[in-house]
DNA sequence: CCGCTGACTTCTGCAATCATAAGTCAGCTC
DNA sequence: GAGCTGACTTATGATTGCAGAAGTCAGCGG
């Protein structure tokens, strides 16, 4: 462990990387529609429905996620109807499934009732439940506390021995 | 695959583990006073400052995570020094780191300008790059669809087929 | 070309969230 | 026991988020 804490203060939480994601769907809405996403949803007033918002919140989410790349308009048409447009998950949303993986399974653990988790994630191939887990590099499994911060590349110091504190 | 998400309006999302879990820390302020408390961060004005978020809402929301048992208040003594409270994180807070590091993955992938990250969480005993990835209780990568979503114990079921319907 | 339907958008008003600034409080120092 | 300091709490007002209801719009069926 180094001591880049010891200087917490020295550096700028501008470019944080959390705060970026929470930026783009970080609210309660935006966050169930994504689960929801996850689940197959695909239309509009199913969104609305399903997760439980009004309409105006539901388009306000779908249009947010989807000008943000997370989702993406696809027309389709069923037959004898005229085109209408579904939302679906880009590789960027796709790429979102640790979040809600690890928020689902926090729940799981934390804020159950006696009769456990309404859903299950299963491992197509065996069956078994899915998990987030947290791994390192070189393959190791990481527990909690055997990790440490250090810098990255773009990381802003700011303070007294900071090149040039542009911004606060 | 099973067809339970052909099902999907048969269930209700009233104990969604998701759900549940964005009810006690779902707020960006939230999330990130939890990303301070595992970077470290124990007092109260620290909490402000390096969050960024005025004195009320961290007030609010260190109560909230308090209450919830993510943190916990410490007495602590400086010499020559009254005593004061830190807050430190519980093991029900420090299981949550899953969702930071999904959260922050996310955003190093998808939300990073030229410069790259500015935090890297390393192993402790090899100083590789932790990332959260999603596993099978049989030990095998889940990687993304190559899951799919089953009925749990905690599954309520609503609608025509359904025991009781109480609520909506 | 008219009615119908799913997919939104707009309107209205309420409730929660948040920052700024000022006030309170406890207890160690002196 | 008065002052000081860190740790909050309490106004106050602006901003955002949200629901419910009503309105708009496009295009297929008839």
Same mark, same amino acid.
């Given at each position: 462990m180094t001591d880049l804490l010891q200087e917490r203060d020295a550096w700028s939480m501008a470019n944080c990387s959390v705060a970026r994601t929470l930026e783009i769907a970080g609210t309660r809405t935006a966050l169930l529609i994504m689960r929801e996403a996850?689940?197959?949803?695909?239309?509009?007033?199913?969104?609305?429905?399903?997760?439980?918002?009004?309409? =105006?919140?539901?388009?306000?989410?779908?249009?947010?996620?989807?000008?943000?790349?997370?989702?993406?308009?696809? =027309? &389709? @048409?069923? =037959?004898? @109807? #005229?085109? #209408? &447009?579904? &939302?679906?998950?880009?590789?960027?949303?796709?790429d979102f499934l640790p979040v809600l993986t690890a928020l689902r399974q926090w729940g799981d653990t934390w804020a159950t009732d006696e009769q456990g988790p309404p859903l299950v994630v299963r491992h197509r191939d065996c069956g078994a439940a899915v998990h987030a887990v947290l791994r390192c590099d070189d393959g190791h499994d990481v527990r909690l506390r055997e990790s440490y911060v250090d810098a990255g590349p773009g990381l802003i110091r700011v303070g007294p021995d900071a090149p040039e504190p542009d911004g606060a």
């Open positions: 996850f689940l197959g949803t695909r239309r509009f007033d199913d969104f609305a429905k399903r997760v439980g918002i009004g309409e =105006p919140a539901a388009s306000a989410r779908l249009k947010e996620l989807t000008a943000a790349g997370l989702l993406e308009r696809v =027309p &389709y @048409q069923e =037959p004898g @109807q #005229r085109t #209408r &447009y579904a &939302y679906q998950l880009t590789e960027k949303g796709r």
